[in-house]
């Protein structure tokens, strides 16, 4: 809730992105019961972000939390990392999250940022829309998809690359 309350700060820190997504998925794992993998694969050298990494952290937490709570089995996170082209010739850091689950059904894919929506029992229904906001304020852009194939991701997030 303080996350969505305070103003946002600036993105002023450097974090090795792997550090980071280990490191948010750790937290995520102990927080779900202490069960579960990452698998995390990157196309990219080492990444280094300018962000404030406490909120980026944070964001991904609760990314990588619905992602467990949602796995059937031995929960599972796929992350992959690449990067794209923008319209405007520059880089865009492509971060895909996909859980062992079933995936976000369309109705749901489409509010599962707004305030308060969840379709589970647990939880209150901000975790993403703090992740949301928080990527946001990185001048990025969190993709909540529904699957149209086995291999899908279910979060896509957009981030600017690094220079």
């Known amino acids: 809730?303080?996350?969505?309350?305070?103003?946002?700060?600036?993105?002023?820190?450097?974090?090795?992105l792997d550090e980071?997504?280990?490191?948010?998925?750790?937290?995520?794992?102990?927080?779900?019961?202490g069960a579960g993998e990452l698998d995390l694969r990157s196309d990219l050298p080492s990444v280094v972000l300018r962000c404030n990494r406490a909120s980026l952290a944070h964001a991904f937490q609760e990314i990588f939390l619905n992602g467990l709570?949602?796995?059937?089995?031995?929960?599972r996170l796929a992350v992959s990392l690449n990067a794209t082209p923008t319209n405007d010739g520059r880089a865009e850091l492509v971060i895909q999250v996909r859980?062992?689950?079933?995936?976000?059904?369309?109705?749901?894919?489409?509010?599962?940022?707004?305030?308060?929506?969840?379709?589970?029992?647990t939880g209150v229904g901000l975790g993403l829309t703090i992740a949301r906001r928080v990527i946001e304020a990185h001048k990025g852009r969190l993709d909540i998809l529904p699957r149209k194939s086995p291999g899908?991701?279910?979060?896509?997030?957009?981030?600017?690359?690094p220079r």
Do not use: C, W
């Open 20 to 33: 980071l997504l280990q490191q948010s998925f750790a937290k995520s794992r102990e927080f779900a019961g």
């Open 1 to 16: 809730m303080l996350l969505l309350a305070r103003s946002d700060s600036p993105p002023t820190e450097l974090a090795p």
């Open 99 to 121: 859980d062992t689950g079933t995936g976000f059904a369309p109705e749901s894919a489409g509010r599962a940022t707004e305030p308060f929506y969840t379709t589970r029992n």
């Open 69 to 75: 709570q949602s796995s059937h089995g031995v929960p």
């Open 152 to 161: 899908d991701p279910d979060i896509v997030i957009h981030l600017p690359f």
